[in-house]
């Protein structure tokens, strides 16, 4: 009942809503860095999507396109879905996320791809459960991180952030995904400080979350060798340190300015994955440092717009969830970037909007869809800029 009360409140307000005005800059921003995803893509898939068994230069690219698509609409879909209503859902959402994880646990390796399985295909659609987990864990501890507020420094809290938290990282490092398990804890702790959390709980979960990743890292002689790799990647140049070397060289025969959009020469079957996790160092080869420093601004100025609708919010679930996306942003750009400039070990992060992956896109852009609905609310200063 509650559920079907918030769903006729919630379609009952889409033409007040849809009347507010929509935060251009946000839309420009997304667009912007969806479409350079797509030219990239375009660049950095075409020889080995057209050498490989898909046999057609322009498989990733299209594909990419029609995410992209079906991105915006949903994105402005739900702009006009007032949150307020939308939150109701929150548990149920988080409820659907954690069965679909358990799903995957009980598919054979065999479905997986690289040792891992990550993917359920459902009604002939493909999806990747961990990208939909993201969201479905904003929405989750900023309704209830909302509910909490009395007491959100309290012990009792934290232990309940503390076994959510790792309920929700166990069932994604089982796929294994232990760098997709990271980027979330990282967005369940941050939100808790941002609620007001106590620091010396979130140090200690902090330190729990290191040490656990340490030994994640050393249970795992793969893991191991990717770390060795890291270390002195040219020193195993044909073996774990291949992807990061060969990273390396494109990024500096780059230069300054580039060798011009299609001009790179990693992505002719000498960087694995170049249109997904490696997709910066294409970047970095054909459009330079100058192209590099452009689209890290880009972010930034993303970043810095979901953080100031953040702060004009007006209730502590929409300041939460937009906190939460800015985090969701900010670390995994940060991770793509150290992976391919060498500065961490290879954690198989994309680029948010610019990698390819149809889950990600699309779950992103459905996320900021709920900012920009967050931003109609806001104040009317901060709107329409």
């Known amino acids: 009942m509650k559920y079907l009360n918030a769903l006729t409140s919630l379609l009952a307000d889409i033409p007040r809503q849809s009347r507010k005005k929509l935060d251009r800059g946000i839309l420009l921003l997304v667009c912007a860095l ?33 995410f992209f698509a079906a991105g915006l609409i949903l994105m402005l879909t739900v702009s006009v879905f007032n949150y307020r209503y939308l939150k109701v859902f929150s548990n149920l959402i988080m409820v659907i996320s954690a069965v679909l994880l358990v ?26 459960p961990a990208e939909l987990a993201k969201i479905a864990v904003m929405m989750f501890m900023s309704y209830h991180l909302e509910k909490l507020s009395y007491n959100v420094s309290g012990i009792q809290v934290f232990g309940l952030v503390l076994l959510y938290c790792a309920a929700v990282c166990l069932l994604i490092y089982a796929q294994p995904a232990l760098s997709t398990a990271i980027i979330v804890a990282v967005i369940i702790i941050g939100m808790y400080f941002i609620a007001g959390g106590n620091i010396l709980y979130i140090l200690s979960l902090a330190g729990l979350g290191g040490a656990a990743v340490y030994l994640f890292i050393r249970s795992n002689e793969w893991r191991m060798n990717r770390f060795f790799a890291f270390l002195d990647p040219f020193s195993d140049i044909l073996g774990e340190g291949w992807q990061p070397a060969q990273s390396l060289m494109a990024l500096g025969s780059g230069g300054l300015l580039g060798k011009g959009l299609g001009a790179g020469s990693a992505k002719f079957g ?46 502590a679930f929409s300041r939460l969830f937009c906190s939460g996306m800015a985090i969701l942003f900010g670390i995994q750009v940060f991770l793509n970037v150290a992976v391919v400039t060498n500065i961490m070990p290879s954690t198989g992060i994309i680029l948010p909007l610019v990698s390819s992956g149809g889950s990600s896109l699309l779950t992103l852009m459905i996320g900021m869809g709920i900012v920009l609905n967050i931003s109609r609310n806001c104040n009317e200063k901060l709107q329409g800029r």
């Open 270 to 315: 000498f960087l694995p994955f170049s249109e997904n996790d490696y997709i910066f160092a294409v970047i970095g080869e054909e459009l330079g440092l100058v192209g590099c420093l452009a689209l890290l601004f880009t972010y930034f100025l993303l970043i810095l717009r979901i953080a100031r609708i953040a702060i004009s919010a007006q209730d």
């Open 103 to 128: 799903a995957l646990m009980l598919l054979p390796k065999s479905e997986g791809a690289n040792g891992a399985v990550r993917w359920l295909r459902i009604a002939g659609i493909t999806v990747q």
């Open 34 to 66: 969806c479409a350079f995803g797509t030219i990239m893509i375009w660049s950095a898939s075409m020889y080995n999507a057209g050498q490989s068994q898909i046999g057609d230069s322009l498989y990733y690219v299209r594909k990419q396109a029609v």
